[in-house]
């Protein structure tokens, strides 16, 4: 039987980058024997202008009927003026809630061969690996009340950070799953000095160590792990922490990898299903160009091959494939600095395929 997949190419670079994984995934099909299928939806911007609607109800229909989603990204200047509720933005946050899913992986390695990209110095940098694992679904992004009222003759613009014991319990859960394939250590991060809900938090995340005793728990606020990604990186394993400051560690740990260009995710839910898309978002600075890096995306495609495919092996090859380019020199934009000569966007999908039939 083959596997069913929903390619979802958004906005900005969002299409460029998706026809690299495309030709990736027809590359498996064809040399590698992957059974897979595959069709195209609408989200974000390019929803709302055939449909109105950043998640039209074909779309996440779709989703739900697919073993997995692969993404490109959501957004752009030209929907920036749109109500909140009908922003790209609200798709992406609408397809991950609707579908529950919670568990967002982000994984930040470095490839070898791009330590000098980094922002950091290279020793500091070198065969970085950590995960990300954020809370995707609820948290202040999600919590009630929300909203902007009239207050004593002014506006005042509130939302809710909130985690019931339960959320927190699962994405511990996740954390101390994905901890046992690597180096047992996860590192809990919350505000626990300021906010009640980061204290329930860390109690919670605390109780669910008790049943991983091979794993190493430890806990840290999110001001000290924001400098300390920073400081050195590279005595984090697993960090597993709420919604929104996921979000900001994670462009964080990113950058360290030499370009956000570079990162994949995977998004979970509890039946198994996941949402895939590289961390960049759309870019319309350089959207139509050839210039974005196809490789998030591509990783990306590595990842839903590991998790909703169980093609871990593939998911290896793709993988070595994009470090083989790599090493082989070729750079987009972004990875490229002074001293190369950037490749398109299509030459570095053709270089992955090329790497993929030898
Ligand atoms: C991300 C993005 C999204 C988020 C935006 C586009 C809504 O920044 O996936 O990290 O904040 O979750
Ligand atoms: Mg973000």
């Given at each position: 039987m083959s596997a069913r997949l929903l390619l979802l190419p958004?906005?900005?670079?969002?299409?460029?980058?998706?026809?690299?994984?495309?030709?990736?995934?027809?590359?498996?099909k064809t040399h590698h024997g992957l059974a897979v299928e595959w069709s195209f939806g609408l989200i974000g911007g390019a929803a709302i202008d055939a449909h109105n609607d950043p998640l039209p109800a074909e779309t996440l229909e779709a989703a739900q009927a697919a073993d997995a989603t692969l993404l490109g990204a959501v957004g752009g200047p030209k929907w920036e003026a749109i109500e909140r509720a009908l922003r790209p933005e609200r798709g992406l946050?609408?397809?991950?809630?609707?579908?529950?899913?919670?568990?967002?992986?982000?994984?930040?390695m470095l490839f070898?061969?791009?330590?000098?990209?980094s922002s950091l110095r290279p020793e500091l940098v070198a065969d970085l690996d950590i995960l990300i694992v954020r809370e995707l679904t609820g948290g202040i992004y999600f919590g009630q009340p929300r909203g902007i009222r009239e207050e004593n003759g002014?506006?005042?613009?509130?939302?809710?950070?909130?985690y019931s014991e339960s959320e927190i319990e699962r994405i511990a859960r996740s954390a101390f799953e994905a901890a046992r394939k690597r180096d047992r250590r996860v590192c809990s991060v919350d505000k626990a000095n300021v906010l009640e809900c980061s204290e329930l938090w860390r109690e919670v995340v605390t109780r669910v160590a008790a049943d991983y005793p091979d794993c190493t728990l430890s806990h840290m606020y999110v001001d000290n792990a924001a400098m300390?990604?920073?400081?050195?990186?590279?005595?984090?394993?697993?960090?597993?922490?709420?919604?929104?400051?996921?979000?900001?560690?994670?462009?964080?740990?990113?950058?360290?990898?030499?370009?956000?260009?570079?990162?994949?995710?995977?998004?979970?839910?509890?039946?198994?299903?996941?949402?895939?898309?590289?961390v960049h978002g759309s870019a319309p600075d350089i959207a139509g160009q050839g210039k974005a890096n196809p490789l998030a995306t591509i990783l990306s495609l590595a990842m839903l091959?590991?998790?909703?495919?169980?093609?871990?092996?593939?998911?290896?090859?793709?993988?070595?494939?994009?470090?083989s380019v790599l090493a082989s020199g070729l750079r987009t934009a972004d990875l490229a600095g002074d001293q190369s000569k950037p490749v398109s966007t299509q030459a570095m999908g053709d270089?992955?395929?090329?790497?993929?039939?030898?």
């Amino acid at each position: 039987m083959s596997a069913r997949l929903l390619l979802l190419p958004g906005d900005g670079i969002g299409p460029e980058v998706m026809a690299e994984a495309e030709r990736v995934l027809e590359c498996l099909k064809t040399h590698h024997g992957l059974a897979v299928e595959w069709s195209f939806g609408l989200i974000g911007g390019a929803a709302i202008d055939a449909h109105n609607d950043p998640l039209p109800a074909e779309t996440l229909e779709a989703a739900q009927a697919a073993d997995a989603t692969l993404l490109g990204a959501v957004g752009g200047p030209k929907w920036e003026a749109i109500e909140r509720a009908l922003r790209p933005e609200r798709g992406l946050l609408r397809i991950r809630s609707e579908m529950g899913l919670y568990a967002n992986l982000r994984p930040a390695m470095l490839f070898s061969e791009l330590a000098a990209a980094s922002s950091l110095r290279p020793e500091l940098v070198a065969d970085l690996d950590i995960l990300i694992v954020r809370e995707l679904t609820g948290g202040i992004y999600f919590g009630q009340p929300r909203g902007i009222r009239e207050e004593n003759g002014e506006r005042v613009g509130y939302n809710t950070e909130v985690y019931s014991e339960s959320e927190i319990e699962r994405i511990a859960r996740s954390a101390f799953e994905a901890a046992r394939k690597r180096d047992r250590r996860v590192c809990s991060v919350d505000k626990a000095n300021v906010l009640e809900c980061s204290e329930l938090w860390r109690e919670v995340v605390t109780r669910v160590a008790a049943d991983y005793p091979d794993c190493t728990l430890s806990h840290m606020y999110v001001d000290n792990a924001a400098m300390q990604l920073v400081r050195a990186p590279k005595q984090f394993d697993v960090v597993v922490t709420g919604n929104l400051f996921g979000d900001i560690l994670s462009d964080i740990a990113a950058m360290l990898t030499g370009s956000i260009g570079m990162l994949p995710s995977a998004s979970l839910n509890a039946r198994g299903q996941g949402l895939y898309e590289p961390v960049h978002g759309s870019a319309p600075d350089i959207a139509g160009q050839g210039k974005a890096n196809p490789l998030a995306t591509i990783l990306s495609l590595a990842m839903l091959l590991r998790h909703s495919l169980d093609r871990g092996d593939l998911a290896e090859r793709v993988e070595s494939a994009v470090g083989s380019v790599l090493a082989s020199g070729l750079r987009t934009a972004d990875l490229a600095g002074d001293q190369s000569k950037p490749v398109s966007t299509q030459a570095m999908g053709d270089a992955v395929v090329a790497q993929l039939q030898s």
